[in-house]
């Protein structure tokens, strides 16, 4: 059994996480934290304390689904406690980057922008696509879109397929957020990343091969957190019991 804390346990990706655990055999939620204490509440299922100083409850995992700012706190009691950690939290700044990689000497830390097994598969796709179709002469765009709540753009899995398309071409390529400012065509060398923002938008990537007459668009669409949150939980059975180092979802896929 997997004893998990979650990280954010009172926003929206925590409580999906929590009710998604329930469903799930070998893992169990014994514990978590957010902004402010929830001893007591039986709707929660499990006490969730404002602070990591309070926790009363051993557990083996962290799962981590807070905000940005919040994870400093997070890296804090990490490196104090030396537990495991599933790092799911997207708009990372360089420095709390850079920090997790050290931190992995010492702690098993599993880091994705996205906890989907359809988006880890597509990463891996669309590495293939780009090798042979970027020296035909495709150009490569990604678009994405997200609910108004989300407050990083682009977000962290546009990015991660950005990054598995530049790999695949040996960094050839020039990530552009904006063309406002430019009148010029396109370069072969550039990689177009948009991103959209509205309503209630479900979490949508299209990575897009537009060559001449001929467009191949690979595209994932999540209508509900709970794949994540079932991402989530599979790799935090997956470190549980890690030695240290940093992981990603393609360890728990392969």
């Known amino acids: ?48 304390y404002g602070s990591f100083d309070n926790i009363k409850e051993d557990f083996d995992v962290v799962i981590d689904f807070s905000v940005a700012k919040a994870v400093d706190g997070l890296l804090d ?8 950690c599933v790092q799911c939290t997207t708009g990372l700044s360089d420095a709390q980057i850079q920090r997790i990689q050290t931190l992995s000497t010492k702690n098993a830390i599993l880091r994705s922008a996205n ?9 891996e796709l669309v590495k293939v696509a780009a090798q042979k179709l970027y020296e035909k002469g495709f150009d490569i765009e990604i678009v994405e879109q997200h609910h108004h709540r989300k407050q990083d753009a682009p977000s962290g899995t546009a990015l991660a397929l950005a990054d598995a398309v530049n790999e695949a071409l040996d960094q050839k390529l020039t990530y552009v957020y904006d ?4 009148r010029a065509a396109r370069p072969h060398e550039e990689l177009g990343i948009s991103a959209v923002r509205g309503g209630t938008l479900p979490g949508v990537h299209d990575v897009i091969f537009a060559g001449d007459d001929e467009v191949i668009t690979f595209n994932h669409t999540a209508y509900s957190r709970s794949i994540f949150a079932n991402g989530a939980l599979n ?10 180092g940093l992981y990603s979802m393609q360890d728990v896929l392969s």
């Not at 009691?77 to 537990?83: A, D, R």
């Not at 906890?115 to 990463?123: A, D, K, R």
């Not at 063309?179 to 430019?182: L, P, T, V």
């Open 1 to 48: 059994m997997t004893k998990v804390l979650i990280f954010g346990a009172m926003g929206a990706m925590g409580k999906n996480v929590a009710n998604c655990a329930k469903l799930m055999d070998g893992i169990e939620v014994v514990a978590g934290v957010d902004r402010e204490d929830h001893l007591d509440d039986p709707s929660i299922g499990f006490p969730v």
């Open 77 to 84: 009691y990490l490196e104090k406690s030396g537990k495991p």
């Open 179 to 182: 063309r406002s400012q430019r």
């Open 235 to 244: 790799a935090a059975k997956f470190l549980h019991g890690k030695a240290a």
């Open 115 to 123: 906890m989907s097994i359809g988006v880890n598969l597509l990463l």
